[in-house]
């Protein structure tokens, strides 16, 4: 079975400085994909970026950045430059290849604020 | 883009009485659509996976008589908590997948808070 482990329940940064939120997960799968999401305060679930395991690349979007280390089993994401919008519960989550259903296993979630 | 809508965003119900929560893909086919349930500060749990035509899959622990689940149209997957009691107050949240391949997104809903007084 799949598991996330997100070991930072609640972080802080300041508006316009770099935050990095942990994640860690195991699986014996070979092709699957790794996410983060944002869920605002009105629950809204959000895509932040996405992994696929298959690629070495690190993928990026815009201020939103990920390290995957796929040996080591973690995918961590950083925020920069971060904004007062950011300011959110972010969820770290899992997913077999696609044609294998496409349901995601999630970590603890992180609780981000972002000071001014 | 492609939207899932759920209905209701928020129903209180008594203790006891049946309630019936609706995810319904707008503008594409849905042929899975997966229910989480996210209690305050805690995660989201996936409770059970429903594909179009088919029984749903209960993921271990959940009870299936309790949370009925059907699949009617590619469009539409409904949640029935069955005499509800006040544990089984959540936010409730749905996930749509309009195909099983590399470029499919999945998509949520905006989630039903459920409180049973």
């Known amino acids: 079975a799949q598991t996330v482990t997100q070991s930072q329940p609640e972080m802080s940064v300041q508006e316009a400085e770099t935050v990095t939120l942990s994640c860690t997960y195991d699986?014996?799968?070979?092709?699957?994909?790794l996410f983060w999401y944002k869920q605002p305060p009105s629950r809204q679930m959000i895509l932040v970026i996405r992994?696929?395991?298959?690629?070495?690349q690190n993928a990026t979007e815009n201020r939103f950045s990920v390290n995957f280390q796929k040996a080591a089993k973690s995918f961590s994401l950083k925020i920069s430059d971060s904004q007062l919008g950011d300011t959110a519960m972010y969820f770290c989550?899992?997913?077999?290849?696609?044609?294998?259903?496409?349901?995601?296993?999630f970590g603890q979630g992180t609780e981000l604020s972002v000071k001014p | 883009g492609a939207v899932v809508s759920q209905h209701p965003s928020w129903v209180i119900c008594k203790s006891g009485t049946s309630v019936k929560i609706e995810c319904r893909s707008l503008d594409f086919q849905a042929t899975t659509m997966f229910w989480y349930r996210q209690f305050p500060k805690q995660s989201l749990m996936l409770m059970a996976t429903s594909n179009e035509g088919s029984k749903a899959t209960y993921e271990q622990g959940v009870e299936k008589d309790k949370f009925l689940i059907n699949h009617a149209s590619l469009t539409l997957s409904t949640l029935t908590v069955t005499s509800a009691h006040p544990e089984d107050s959540s936010f409730y949240i749905c996930?749509?997948?309009?195909?099983?391949?590399?470029?499919?997104?999945?998509?949520f809903g905006n989630g039903t808070r459920l409180t049973v007084t």
């Open positions: 996930s749509a997948i309009y195909r099983s391949s590399y470029n499919s997104p999945l998509h």
């Open positions: 699986t014996s799968e070979s092709n699957y994909y």
């Open positions: 989550a899992f997913m077999k290849a696609y044609n294998q259903g496409g349901k995601l296993i």
């Open positions: 992994q696929e395991a298959y690629k070495q």
